[in-house]
Nanobody, 126 residues
């Protein structure tokens, strides 16, 4: 059974930083794309960042330059370093994985990821 477990959420003031982590287990495919999505109250879920085992990376335009995605695919871990956080970054952050999705494409965040975590809450407020 594939499981994704996120950690590292919390509350910070604007301009602060947080680091999210995700651990993937039970995954048997050699190839993977892992990604971070987020959902704010009353809004649709949106893609934040993605990385795949081919070396491609995607970032949403509203986080580029502030967020950095990193992965250790040998250990099935995914991280998201979030700097200069803004109130609009508030939401539940979800980790996702899929063997066929490709990062680095315009359609990456619209792709159908097969596996999802339960989410971790990030609140940015003064």
């Amino acid at each position: 059974q594939v499981q994704l477990v996120e950690s590292g959420g919390g509350s910070v003031q604007p301009g602060g930083s947080l680091r999210l982590s995700c651990i993937l287990s039970g995954y048997t495919y050699a190839r993977k794309c892992m990604a971070w999505f987020r959902q704010a109250p009353g809004k649709e879920r949106e893609g934040v960042a993605a990385r795949d085992t081919d070396g491609s990376t995607s970032y949403a335009s509203n986080v580029r330059g502030r967020f950095t995605i990193s992965a250790d695919f040998g250990k099935n871990t995914l991280n998201l370093q979030m700097n200069d956080l803004k109130p609009e970054d508030t939401g539940t952050y979800y980790c996702a994985a899929d063997p066929f999705v490709e990062a680095g494409l315009p359609k990456t965040f619209d792709s159908d990821f097969s596996y999802w975590g339960q989410g971790t809450q990030v609140t940015v407020s003064s």
